[in-house]
Nanobody, 126 residues
Framework: QVQLVESGGGLVQAGGSLRLSCAAS????????MGWFRQAPGKEREFVSA????????YYADSLKGRFTISRDNAKNTLYLQMNNLKPEDTAVYYC???????????????????WGQGTQVTVSS
């Protein structure tokens, strides 16, 4: 079956770093553009970052660019999100997502992705 499994979340102090991983199975990973989203309690799911099929193109939410770095290792079927200088407002459940399309109008919205992981909790304390 097609599956995305996030890991690497946890509790970290403000200013700290975490690296999230998303392990994909049941699909040809390199055929899929990938994205990271996050959702805090009471808020809508919001875009974090996206990466094209082979990693040649990346895209970030303006507010996060410079702190977060998306990458992928197609040989390992794994997507990563390096998060540095974490802030309390980064606290959320982080989801990875996949879709065959890399589109300017779809890469930054949840409806643009057809496959989702279960999420991993990131909590940043002040």
């Amino acid at each position: 079956q097609v599956q995305l499994v996030e890991s690497g979340g946890g509790l970290v102090q403000a200013g700290g770093s975490l690296r999230l991983s998303c392990a994909a199975s049941g699909l040809t990973f390199s055929y899929y553009a990938m994205g990271w989203f996050r959702q805090a309690p009471g808020k809508e799911r919001e875009f974090v970052s996206a990466i094209s099929w082979s990693g040649g193109s990346t895209y970030y939410a303006d507010s996060l660019k410079g702190r977060f770095t998306i990458s992928r290792d197609n040989a390992k079927n794994t997507l990563y999100l390096q998060m540095n200088n974490l802030k309390p407002e980064d606290t959320a459940v982080y989801y990875c997502a996949a879709d065959r399309v890399w589109g300017i109008a779809t890469r930054t919205v949840p409806r643009g992705y057809s496959i989702w992981g279960q999420g991993t909790q990131v909590t940043v304390s002040s």
